[in-house]
Nanobody, 116 residues
């Protein structure tokens, strides 16, 4: 059974930091491209960052470049999103996603709220 479980969300003040984690199980984690998305009510889910398999290539949305860092630990089947210099507009539910070919899996999401 495939599972992606996010953790690390919460409430933080503007300028603060959070680190999100997403632990995968039930699939060959190291061979999947891992991504973080976010979504606010009434808007489409947007790609925040992705990291290739096994991890040499990373890409970021313009809105988070220089502030967020995606990384992965294939030994722990976990992908991370380090979020620094947080802004109120970063408030959203953050989801991780695993993709390989036609296979795609989502986590259940973790809420990040940045207060002004």
């Amino acid at each position: 059974q495939v599972q992606l479980v996010e953790s690390g969300g919460g409430l933080v003040q503007t300028g603060g930091s959070l680190r999100l984690s997403c632990a995968g199980s039930g699939f060959t984690f190291s061979s999947y491209v891992m991504s973080w998305y976010r979504q606010v009510p009434g808007k489409e889910r947007e790609l925040v960052a992705f990291i290739s398999s096994p991890g040499g290539n990373r890409n970021y949305a313009d809105s988070v470049k220089g502030r967020f860092t995606i990384s992965r630990d294939n030994a722990k089947n976990t992908v991370y999103l380090q979020m620094n210099s947080l802004k109120p507009e970063d408030t959203a539910v953050y989801y991780c996603k695993a993709v390989r070919g036609q296979s795609a899996y989502w986590g259940q999401g973790t809420q990040v709220t940045v207060s002004s």
